[in-house]
């Protein structure tokens, strides 16, 4: 006990040294954000039926998350914003300089010393690592905040054949099951890429990590029970027999076993070190974020997110963008009743080395519920069915084949998906024959996210000199 003593009051120190610096850090914004939250809540959007006096939120920051169904989002707020002459914050290239933290200066025209009165934002949509102050630099306080997770076992799945050539730690393993089987054989922090390997989703989040994750290199060890965690996942779509399911079953805690010591691995862990941290990172996020989507309920949360911007479900339906093949296997096998044991191990494994992923994870989940039962499941279920169903007419009418396609069939450059990683990325072709009109709007709907945003681009500063796309302009998205 004695030598325990002091080693748990190290780590509370490190604690709150490192939430004392990020107070500092987030503390002028995080004030600003805190008075906007309150002086809203008797004017926010009610999750009752809209009413007459709605008027449509056009002031978005949305923080795009890696793996986690964020394409598809942005191709919905890249059409709002085309049809509505709104004015985005673009990157300079196609990320906010990422993995570093969103600097304002990476913004396109962004010149507040030029002494020019400056055009406002409206929205701000692509690929960054979050940092709230910078944010403010850009965007108003008042504007709509909002994300996306994914279960960390699903997001590994797509994460690890993603970048498999971008992450040194994925690299060296010779797949997923080996990589997770003894991670600290291949994972080192602070290598270039490593940052896609582990904790990817608070990494984007822009928070920073526990001092007891930054210095641990135990490995983590499972129960024998293969079936401690049941995590109850149903795909949003995944055919007729989709349904909403009971939150109360959808999420159960983790425990791993580490340095000795059992440690949950969610919210309501007793450790002083881990748990306080994370808690408090996700009490910030609450007050910056208005709403965080979850992947695996993503027309569910679209519904909510239309409801909360004052939009229509046409303003929110569209098609999958980013898609790897076999991406409905893969959210399959992270979430139903038929894995086999070997399925439910990987899972956990995944959930447990992604521990604060999975708490992220849990608390939004969590969140996402809460609103529903507030909107009305019978309510919910009806505009869910609506949504899939315009979205439905929209692929037969638009779309050959009336789904995603296989990217050697697709010689549009203009719609064929950039493709990274060992996985295909899927993309779309137009029926011929469509009339002026439907064939605009269905190509906004098939533009894949980085041909959209250099027609923004173009749109908003427009070149002196016209040149022809060029896919060795593109990144990693």
Sequence with gaps: MRLWRPRRLGVALGVFMTIGFGLHLWGVPFQKRLTRLQFQQSCAPSLQPAAETCLPRQRLVFLKTHKSGSSSVLNLLHRYGDRHGLRFALPIHYQFGYPRLFQASKVKGYHPQSGNTQKPFHILCHHMRFNLKEVLQVMPSDSFFFSIVRDPAALARSAFSYYKLTSSAFHKAPSLTAFLSNPRAYYQPGIHGNHYARNLLWFDFGLPFPPELKTKRANLHLPKDSNFLRLHVLPSGAGPGSQILDPKVLVQPVTTVADGHTQPVNTASSDLGTSSFIQWGLAWLDSVFDLVMVAEYFDESLVLLADALCWGLDDVVGFMHNAQVGREERLSAAGNNSQTAEDWQLNARARAWNNLDWALYIHFNRSLW????????????????????????????????????????????????????????????????????????????????????????????????????????????
């Design 370 to 477: 809460a609103r529903i039962e507030q909107y009305g499941q019978r309510r919910l279920q009806r505009a869910v069915a609506e949504l899939r169903a315009r979205r439905e007419a929209l692929a037969k009418h638009c779309l050959v084949g009336g789904e995603a396609l296989d990217p050697k069939y697709i010689t549009n450059k203009m719609l064929r998906p950039f493709q990274f990683g060992s996985t295909k990325v899927l993309g779309y072709v137009l029926q011929s024959g469509l009339s002026p009109q439907d064939q605009e709007e269905c190509e906004r709907l098939a533009t894949p996210e980085l041909q959209y945003k250099d027609k923004l681009d173009a749109k908003q500063f427009p070149p002196t000199v016209s040149q022809p796309f060029k896919t060795s302009r593109l990144l990693s998205p």
